[in-house]
């Protein structure tokens, strides 16, 4: 399945959202990781990612995540992701992830 990325500067709230479609895997992570350097090079704000509509994402996907939250975290910002389906939350709390971003 492929992956849509749907990026929202939302200027009232300050910050970027993003919405994850389909699913994140090595043949598609470095779009979703342009998209966020790009948000994040354009307006220094902190990002929400809703993942209630991603069925899967893998390792790299995962490295994509936590290479933003390091460079948002340089910045003071944040990245938050919202909404995961049970098996990414499975994923996220075995990487402990959940303590982090959700």
Known sequence: MALSINANNNAQAGLWEFRLVGEVDISNAHYFKKQLE???????????????????????????????????????LSIKLLNPKDNVKKLLNISGLDKILC
């Open 38 to 76: 790009a948000a994040l090079s354009e307006k220094r704000q902190s990002i929400t990612v809703d993942l209630s509509d991603l069925n899967y994402i893998d390792s790299t996907g995962l490295g994509v995540i936590i290479g933003a939250y390091g460079t948002a975290k340089k910045e003071g």
